[in-house]
């Protein structure tokens, strides 16, 4: 009787496990959970792409079918110098998706940061003219899409040059060319590989002026017979801004526009945003600290309430899955990802999928659930 009521005892409390233990013991994972559904992927650093972070490459090849190059493949790295390009580091980046069989992402063609400094100045330090800028843009460009022509599958080929009010990012892109530069490098992207889907990716992507700026920048390269297949949502998701409904307003305006909706970089943040908080900047040791106050890891209820953020916008992705093409997370492990020191050096953020020790946290579970609810 003791041995039969032991029995009893563990079945009761697997019955009472919470779904994400069941899922785990299943088997399933965010790969299986959403393959007749959308993508689901993650941007691989240089230590993954060479192999030398060997738990967070399993945890890659098990839970993802879709990478983005976090950083190899931006035009300062591609292009250091006019006309000598290193593609070691991206040539890797493809490699490693096409011997998983992951959907491949080349990120990003054209962006003001993270470029090389003689992009955009003569030898004398002057401006370049519009056509110079034009035919630099083109080279870079063909010379990097046609590398990876039918091996890429899509391209970010502009990102973030639009504002939060719907103007246009001030930069020198921007300055030289106007807004032309948007659809040129569209343009360019296509000739190059005629295959590739070809995305606009952005920030604060659910700002209703962004949004309207946007959808007219998709339109207008529409009409010009330029292909342009998505618009990518960063989603770098804080735990009150912006609401699901502000989010799902703007999924379906892009989607009204006769494109794809890609999340592109989502995490999600559990501190405290240092914008709009009353704390006294100047006084920077206190302020650092009142930014971050998790150091040792997230209290229960902001845990709970995290991992319902995550489950909310997940359940709101399922809703429009059929006007979403994939959703990324920007990196695997909480220890990788870009939230730790931004905006301030040394912050402790939990913003994803997989802690610092590689383990599956509890929310994976609750978000492949989700795909088994009618």
């Known amino acids: 009787m003791k041995r039969l009521f032991i029995f009893l005892g563990a079945a009761a409390i697997t019955a009472l496990t919470p779904c994400n233990i069941n899922a785990q013991r299943s088997n399933a994972t965010l790969k299986t959970a959403f393959k007749d559904t959308f993508y689901i992927g993650t941007a691989m650093s240089l230590p993954q792409i060479y192999g030398k972070d060997r738990k967070s490459v399993e945890i890659i090849k098990k839970q993802f079918s879709s990478i983005v190059a976090e950083n190899c493949m931006k035009s300062m790295f591609l292009q250091p110098e006019e006309d000598k390009f290193f593609f070691d580091d991206a040539d890797k980046f493809v490699a490693f998706g096409e011997k998983n069989n992951m959907f491949i992402i080349g990120h990003t063609l054209i962006w003001h940061s993270q470029l090389p400094k003689w992009f955009f100045t003569e030898k004398d330090g002057r401006d370049v003219s519009p056509e110079v800028l034009m035919q630099r843009m083109k080279n870079h460009i063909t010379t990097v899409v046609s590398r990876y022509k039918g091996r890429v599958?899509?391209?970010?080929?502009?990102?973030?040059?639009?504002?939060?009010?719907?103007?246009?990012?001030?930069?020198?892109?921007?300055?030289?060319?106007?807004?032309?530069?948007?659809?040129?490098?569209?343009?360019?992207?296509?000739?190059?590989?005629?295959?590739?889907?070809?995305?606009?990716?952005?920030?604060?992507?659910?700002?209703?002026?962004?949004?309207?700026?946007?959808?007219?920048?998709?339109?207008?390269?529409?009409?010009?017979?330029?292909?342009?297949?998505?618009?990518?949502?960063?989603?770098?998701?804080?735990?009150?801004?912006?609401?699901?409904?502000?989010?799902?307003?703007?999924?379906?305006?892009?989607?009204?526009?006769?494109?794809?909706?890609?999340?592109?970089?989502?995490?999600?943040?559990?501190?405290?945003?240092?914008?709009?908080?009353?704390?006294?900047?100047?006084?920077?040791?206190?302020?650092?600290?009142?930014?971050?106050?998790?150091?040792?890891?997230?209290?229960?209820?902001?845990?709970?309430?995290?991992?319902?953020?995550?489950?909310?916008?997940?359940?709101?992705?399922?809703?429009?899955?059929?006007?979403?093409?994939?959703?990324?997370?920007?990196?695997?492990?909480?220890?990788?990802?870009?939230?730790?020191?931004?905006?301030?050096?040394?912050?402790?953020?939990?913003?994803?999928?997989?802690d610092r020790q590689y383990r599956t946290k509890p929310v994976v579970g609750k978000i492949i659930q989700l795909t088994k609810e009618k």
């Open 153 to 354: 599958k899509g391209w970010d080929v502009v990102n973030e040059a639009i504002m939060e009010d719907g103007s246009y990012r001030k930069s020198k892109f921007y300055e030289i060319l106007g807004e032309d530069f948007i659809p040129l490098a569209f343009q360019y992207a296509h000739e190059a590989d005629p295959d590739a889907e070809l995305y606009y990716n952005d920030y604060n992507e659910w700002y209703p002026g962004k949004v309207a700026t946007v959808i007219k920048m998709v339109k207008d390269i529409k009409a010009r017979g330029i292909r342009i297949d998505g618009v990518g949502m960063q989603a770098h998701v804080g735990m009150d801004t912006p609401s699901v409904s502000e989010y799902e307003t703007a999924i379906s305006a892009y989607a009204q526009s006769g494109v794809k909706v890609n999340i592109t970089e989502l995490d999600i943040s559990a501190l405290p945003s240092p914008w709009g908080t009353s704390a006294n900047v100047s006084d920077k040791i206190a302020y650092d600290e009142k930014m971050n106050p998790y150091k040792k890891g997230l209290p229960a209820d902001v845990q709970a309430g995290w991992e319902k953020r995550y489950e909310d916008f997940f359940r709101l992705f399922l809703k429009h899955k059929n006007s979403i093409r994939r959703v990324t997370l920007w990196g695997v492990t909480d220890s990788q990802s870009w939230k730790n020191d931004f905006p301030i050096k040394g912050r402790t953020d939990y913003p994803l999928l997989f």
